[in-house]
């Protein structure tokens, strides 16, 4: 059966790093193009990152634009989300998937349940 398995998320502070993972079981990812999402506490979720099934091409909310690093290994069919100077806003869970026309979540999955991220100030 097809599962998506996201890690890496914890507790830091304002200005620290973390690097998140997504672990695909069941179905390769190398075929699709895929995204991070994430959800901040009483929000909806939001597109945070997306990268071509071929590594080519990257895609990033403007707010985490040049902290934030999208990459994958379909080797280990694993993405990664490096992300850098954390802010609180950043705060959420975070959750991968299939997408299609860069942001737009493609279902081919089921949702993980996400890895949550909490920053303080």
């Known amino acids: 059966q097809a599962q998506l398995e996201e890690s890496g998320g914890g507790f830091v502070q304002a200005g620290d790093s973390l690097r998140l993972s997504c672990a695909a079981s069941?179905?390769?990812?190398?075929?699709?193009?895929m995204g991070w999402f994430r959800q901040p506490p009483g929000k909806s979720r939001e597109f945070v990152a997306s990268?071509?099934?071929?590594?080519?091409?990257?895609y990033y909310t403007d707010s985490v634009k040049g902290r934030f690093t999208i990459s994958r290994d379909n080797g280990k069919n694993t993405i990664y989300l490096q992300m850098n100077r954390l802010k609180p806003e950043d705060t959420a869970v975070y959750f991968c998937?299939?997408?299609?026309?860069?942001?737009?979540?493609?279902?081919?999955?089921?949702w993980g349940q996400g890895t949550q991220v909490t920053v303080s100030s």
């Open positions: 069941g179905r390769t990812l190398m075929y699709y193009d």
């Open positions: 990268i071509r099934r071929s590594g080519g091409g990257t």
């Open positions: 998937q299939a997408i299609v026309r860069e942001s737009i979540p493609n279902p081919v999955y089921p």
